[in-house]
Nanobody, 120 residues
Framework: QVQLVESGGGLVQAGGSRRLSCAAS????????MGWYRQAPGKQRELVAR???????YYADSVNGRFTISRDNARNTVFLQMNSLKPEDTAVYYC??????????????WGPGTQVTVSS
């Protein structure tokens, strides 16, 4: 029906930057909140940032001022610009979105994740 696919992960040195993308595809009528989460080894998945269709954003305290979430509604895509990266930002980053299909069904799928590794 609908799916999300992340891209942009990789290895980066501390202090560097990385930009993640997540594209939604399928029988999409509308997308509400889109968000980025992350899960480090041995830890629970946590919310990093989210953005409403209106553009209103929320950031976790740990990334506020360093990360910026944005979206392109025409391309059903959400981005996460990560600056001043720290080793503790190392995690698998997942995308999530509230999607309504053309059939009127509601889904909240997750992408497969993309690994971000920050070396010290």
């Amino acid at each position: 029906q609908v799916q999300l696919v992340e891209s942009g992960g990789g290895l980066v040195q501390a202090g560097g930057s990385r930009r993640l993308s997540c594209a939604a595809s399928g029988n999409i009528f509308s997308i509400g909140v889109m968000g980025w989460y992350r899960q480090a080894p041995g830890k629970q998945r946590e919310l990093v940032a989210r953005i409403r269709a209106s553009g209103r954003t929320y950031y976790a305290d740990s990334v506020n001022g360093r990360f910026t979430i944005s979206r392109d509604n025409a391309r059903n895509t959400v981005f996460l610009q990560m600056n001043s990266l720290k080793p503790e930002d190392t995690a698998v980053y997942y995308c999530n979105a509230e999607i309504t299909t053309t059939n009127g069904d509601a889904y909240s799928p997750w992408g497969p994740g993309t690994q971000v590794t920050v070396s010290s």
